[in-house]
């Protein structure tokens, strides 16, 4: 539960928010929003060099968010959502007690914050059905696994197995597993939260947050060998593991 710089991985609880939204109509899917100075976000991703009164479709903004982790695309959905009050309000609403939004994106001070626990317990909470509709469900599923960086869970899983080969999550499904993951990192603290399909068609969630020296090599590698010591729990068998 202890609260943390939540770096990129903020981006799920936001997704999970708009699902929730769409699935009460709220928003439309193919809703356009409208790129304005106020939004521009530096770092990962396209759209904050786009014309600025360029429009785009929600469901281009979500998936940029996470797929290549777009700050711009983030900040997008942060207002369109109704600014950064209600966002932090629709958080707890949820069940999320430890992640707050305080800043736009990319936050490099690391003032937007969660937990491990919020960020395992969103996903498992939309995993499980309880808050969204099967559609928007596949939904995150399918934009989720579209997630580029999957240099910290999946590649510690794979080490776990006693493998490391560059195409990471071709060589996941060669044994069985799937991740779908959304890392985090502005130097001073990386993150990554994954949903876990193991070979015995069971799901596990699993979240790690590091802060640390700017930049220091040894929190991505702490990630990856936690990763890698949960892979003894995950293939035991289904009725090992506890998603709860």
């Not at 950064?84 to 707890?92: A, E, G, H, P, T």
């Not at 099967?134 to 910290?152: A, Q």
């Amino acid at each position: 539960s202890k609260e943390l710089p939540a770096a990129s991985s903020i981006k799920v609880p936001i997704l999970i928010v708009l699902l929730t939204m769409l699935d009460r109509e709220e928003i439309f899917w193919n809703e356009k929003l409208e790129l304005t100075e106020d939004v521009i976000g530096s770092g990962s991703g396209w759209m904050a060099y786009q014309e600025i009164g360029e429009k785009f479709p929600i469901f281009e903004v979500a998936s940029e968010m996470i797929r290549v982790s777009d700050n711009t695309a983030t900040n997008l959905l942060i207002r369109r959502i109704g600014g950064i009050n209600i966002i932090n309000q629709k958080f707890k609403e949820i069940g999320l007690k430890n992640t707050q939004i305080n800043n736009f994106l990319p936050d490099l001070n690391g003032t937007n914050i969660t937990s491990t626990k919020d960020l395992s317990l969103g996903i498992a909470l939309v995993d499980n059905g309880y808050l969204l509709k099967i559609n928007s469900r596949d939904i995150f599923r399918e934009i989720m696994g579209s997630s580029k960086t999957n240099t910290l869970i999946p590649s510690g899983i794979l080490r776990g197995l006693g493998k490391e080969y560059k195409d990471t999550d071709y060589h996941l499904s060669l044994n069985g597993f799937s991740v779908l993951n959304k890392t985090g990192d502005i130097g001073i603290s990386y993150s990554d939260t994954a949903l876990i399909q193991t070979p015995q068609n069971s799901r596990a969630f699993a979240s790690f947050i590091v802060k640390g020296p700017f930049n220091d090599p040894r929190s991505t590698e702490l990630i990856r060998s936690l990763s890698a010591e949960l892979v003894p729990f995950l293939v035991q068998g289904q009725n090992s593991l506890n998603p709860n």
